[in-house]
C-alpha cells in the first residue's frame, strides 16, 4: 500500500527590512551630532590639561619650599657676643648688596630682550603689510570726497568743475558767426580786387 506524502505548505517571505529614515545634512540636529565628538575630545583635552597645569603648580611650590630650606637655615645667635653679632650683620649686608647688583643686572638683560623682541615684531609687522597688497574695491567719489581725502580738514573750498567752464549764449555764437562771415566777405573782396587790378595792368601793357 503506498504512503500518501503530506502536502507542502509554501513558506511565507520574511518580513522588509525597516530602512531608518535619513538623515537631513542642513538640520540643525544632524549639525549638533557631527560636532559632537569634537566637543567631547576638546572637553577631555581640557580637562587633562588643568590636571597637568595643577601638578606643574604643586610641584613647583614643593621645590620652593625645598629651597628655602636649604638656603634659609634657622640662624643659633644664642651665646654670640657683639661684636660676633656686628660681623654676622656685615656678612648679610654684602650678600644683600651682591645678590641686588644681579637683580639688576638680570633686569637690564630681560629688559633688553623684550626691546629686541618688540623690534622684531615690528619689523615683521612690517614685511606683512609690505608685501601684503589690500583689497581694493571700486569706490564713487565726487572731487570735493577725493580733495577732502587727500587733504583732509584742511580743504574747505568747494571744487564746481562746471562753473569755471565759459558758458557760451546763443547771442554770443550769433555774434562770432557774424564776425567771421564778415571776415570772410572782406577777404574775397580784397582778393577779387586784386585780380582786377592785375587784368587791367595786363590790357594796358
Avoid: W
Avoid at 575630545?41 to 620652593?64: C, G, I, N, T, W
Avoid at 569755471?164 to 550769433?174: I, P
Wanted: positive net charge; glycine residues 4%; hydrophobic residues 35%.
Amino acid at each position: 500500500v503506498g504512503t500518501k506524502k503530506a502536502p507542502v505548505v509554501p513558506k511565507s517571505a520574511p518580513p522588509p527590512a525597516t530602512v531608518p529614515p535619513l538623515r537631513r545634512k542642513s538640520s540643525a540636529n544632524y549639525r549638533a551630532y557631527a560636532i559632537e565628538p569634537h566637543d567631547k575630545v576638546s572637553s577631555l583635552m581640557l580637562q587633562v590639561a588643568k590636571r597637568e597645569m595643577e601638578k606643574e603648580e604643586e610641584e613647583r611650590s614643593q621645590d620652593k619650599e625645598r629651597f628655602l630650606s636649604d638656603r634659609c637655615v634657622a640662624l643659633e645667635v644664642a651665646g654670640l657676643s657683639l661684636t660676633e653679632l656686628q660681623e654676622l650683620c656685615r656678612q648679610f649686608h654684602t650678600q644683600i648688596d651682591k645678590i641686588d647688583e644681579e637683580r639688576y643686572d638680570m633686569e637690564a638683560r630681560v629688559n633688553k630682550s623684550i626691546n629686541e623682541i618688540q623690534d622684531l615684531n615690528q619689523k615683521i609687522f612690517d614685511l606683512r603689510g609690505k608685501f601684503k597688497r589690500p583689497a581694493l574695491r571700486r569706490v564713487r567719489l565726487s572731487a570735493d570726497a577725493m580733495m577732502q581725502a587727500l587733504l583732509g580738514s584742511k580743504h574747505k573750498v568747494s571744487m564746481d568743475l562746471r562753473a569755471n567752464l565759459k558758458q557760451v549764449k546763443k547771442d554770443d555764437t550769433e555774434k562770432v558767426r557774424l564776425e567771421g562771415s564778415t571776415a570772410k566777405n572782406e577777404r574775397e573782396g580784397r582778393g577779387s580786387g586784386q585780380m582786377v587790378a592785375s587784368e587791367s595792368f595786363v590790357s594796358f601793357v
